[in-house]
């Protein structure tokens, strides 16, 4: 779902009244303060179905088994020698694989429906290996969609009414920043009846609380469930504190050395100076979150010269959880499409974009610029379409693309798109451009998004389970939002920091990387942009340190240095919010990280 639909949204269903009516029980908690606390609630989406996955061989063929829920298998010999293998259960999922030979693995991907929190699908990788002469085995670890609201009343000592507590405010929720939707700033607590106000002192819900002081309830009607709040002391409120021990960290450890592929070590060991680090673990595990605008930081990670040397994680998430990507996923269609020039499979990055796709006359508003349009123009953000993400007036735009239902062909959508200038002349954020490189990419190759990635990427990177999200017509979509493990993130950036090889296999030429990490356009005032990489430079020390990174929305940030042999990720939750991205951004760059680096050249 866009922004701008999950928005609307959520902002039409609160103020709409959220909240609903419970009575009142407990009396004698009643009074100045009552009510103060943090509050949280939580729940759970599903998908549910996930987990173990077997299949069986039977007289009749072939089931698949997942908690208990059984599905025949449909097994299909293909033309160049290998099996799909397939099976659905309605509703909840289905998976295609290809077994290379009949005592193999069948390896493919589990396609999970759109949910309640994000309305589109995801592709996640599995593999079936034989557990027996008549079984196969495997795990289903789709996206677990999951949401916590946490809402602290704070007693307002300018209230005048000695019957009516009053309270400031906040919705802080890390997973999607509903709070930024929900603009509550005060409540008031009269008699039996909870009011939220915005800043301007308009109610946006009121509630009767149930057992004053145990819990009271709010109704989403989209998520279709009433959700229960109850106080929550620190240790039992991660989605709201970063961390459930504030106690300072007097030491930094090194992290956990697992079979992912990273070497690991301590910070002092590869020359940085620990203090920084220590300064800004515990500026983050002690900070008190007294306003909407707090950064909700979810990963800190580094890397230095080859090795994993840092690794923190706060409000609940921890290192086997995929995290949302948002637009830092675009770095990753300029990694693929740099794949496939170094493959062969696609020749040169000046080749037309509709030869592809069957040509310019194919689509509607044809136009002679269309048939110069080329990759490079899109992996730029300069293709010359009708297409601004900052102007929802433009077709193009990604929101409009999102939430029109007419035409769920993304890529015929953006190759019906008008023109507004000649391909390289204007640089214009558009994330449609970037998406459609996944259609080139995948009808170059002969394989799904999914499928490409997990042979040219994730194997040979040695990740783990992801999940990639999909377009309405379940194709893979490059325009961001690919959910991957933190450790698993941060091997993108140390493969372009080490000139496009992970631990001795190469997947993108070096000419590739250079030419990636260079100014090829200027979207902003502040940063120029590669191939779907920003460039940014830091003043430290009265030296100019020259970075670029992936960023997305919320935080989501993958920075490498080469002149430091450095590489960050920061993954957070403040999604809408650009200032407070920002800020946090700069000031653990500036303040922190670089300095630490700086301690060893």
């Not at 609903?20 to 599903?46: N, P, R, Y």
């Not at 040695?462 to 933190?486: A, C, F, V, W």
Request: net charge negative; with cysteine; aromatic share 10%.
């Amino acid at each position: 779902m866009s922004q701008f639909r999950m928005a609307a949204a959520v902002s039409a269903l609160l103020v709409a009244g959220a909240l609903t009516s419970i009575g009142c029980a407990d009396e004698s908690t009643q009074g100045k303060g009552s009510l103060s606390g943090v509050w949280v609630a939580e729940a759970e989406f599903g998908p549910r179905l996930h987990g173990p996955v077997t299949l069986h061989r039977v007289e009749s063929g072939w089931i698949a088994d997942i908690q208990s829920e059984t599905a025949p298998v449909v097994r299909t010999s293909l033309d160049t020698g290998s099996t799909e293998w397939s099976f659905a259960f309605r509703g909840q999922g289905r998976f295609v694989g290809l077994q290379a030979a009949d005592d193999s693995a069948i390896v493919g991907h589990w396609i999970q429906p759109p949910g309640r929190i994000e309305g589109y699908p995801f592709a996640t990788p599995v593999s079936l290996v034989p557990a027996g002469p008549d079984d196969f085995a495997g795990t289903i670890r789709p996206f677990m969609q999951r949401v916590s609201l946490n809402i602290p009343l704070i007693p307002d000592a300018g209230r005048t009414a000695s019957s009516t507590d009053r309270y400031r405010t906040y919705l802080r929720n890390p997973e999607r920043n509903l709070g930024w939707w929900f603009p509550i700033e005060s409540a008031s607590f009269q008699g039996n009846s909870l009011t939220f106000y915005d800043g301007d002192g308009e109610r946006l819900a009121t509630a009767e609380v149930v057992e004053q002081g145990r819990h009271f309830t709010m109704l989403y009607p989209r998520f279709g469930r009433t959700m229960v709040f109850t106080r929550r002391p620190r240790h039992d409120a991660p989605g709201f504190y970063p961390i459930r021990d504030p106690s300072p960290v007097e030491a930094l450890v090194r992290p956990a050395q697992l079979d992912d592929g990273w070497q690991t070590a301590a910070p002092s060991v590869s020359g940085l100076d620990e203090q920084p680090l220590l300064d800004l673990l515990n500026s983050i595990r002690t900070s008190e979150p007294n306003q909407l605008r707090e950064p909700y930081i979810h990963a800190l990670l580094i890397a230095h010269q080859g090795k994993l040397v840092f690794e923190s994680y706060f409000h609940g998430y921890d290192r086997e959880q995929t995290h949302d990507s948002r637009s830092a996923g675009k770095s990753l269609a300029s990694i693929l499409l740099g794949s496939a020039i170094h493959s062969g499979a696609i020749e040169r990055l000046d080749m037309p974009v509709y030869s592809y796709f069957g040509g310019v006359d194919a689509y509607a508003n044809p136009d002679p610029r269309k048939a110069r349009m080329t990759l490079r123009h899109l992996v730029t953000m300069s293709p010359g379409f009708d297409c601004d993400d900052d102007d929802y007036d433009s077709p193009g735009n990604e929101g409009v693309m999102q939430d029109q239902d007419a035409q769920p062909d993304w890529y015929t959508y953006t190759l019906d798109l008008p023109m507004r200038n000649e391909p390289g002349d204007a640089d214009i954020y558009c994330t449609a451009g970037i998406n459609l490189l996944g259609g080139v990419i995948s009808k170059a190759t002969g394989q799904s998004l999914p499928a490409y990635f997990d042979d040219k990427l994730a194997v040979p990177l040695q990740m783990g389970h992801y999940q990639m999200n999909l377009s309405p017509m379940e194709r893979g979509y490059m325009g961001g939002g690919i959910r991957l493990r933190p450790r698993d993130f941060i091997k993108l950036g140390q493969l372009y920091l080490d000139g496009g090889v992970w631990n001795g296999t190469r997947i993108v030429s070096e000419d590739w990387v250079r030419e990636s990490r260079a100014a090829h356009s200027s979207l902003n005032e502040e940063d120029d942009y590669g191939y779907a990489w920003w460039r940014r430079s830091f003043r430290v020390d009265d030296r100019d340190i020259e970075t670029y990174y992936a960023s997305g929305n919320g935080g989501q940030l993958l920075f490498v240095v080469p002149t430091l042999d450095l590489v960050v990720l920061i993954q957070a939750g403040n999604y809408s919010d650009g200032r407070t991205r920002s800020e946090f951004r700069d000031r653990f760059m500036k303040d922190s990280i670089l300095p630490a680096a700086l301690a060893s050249n």
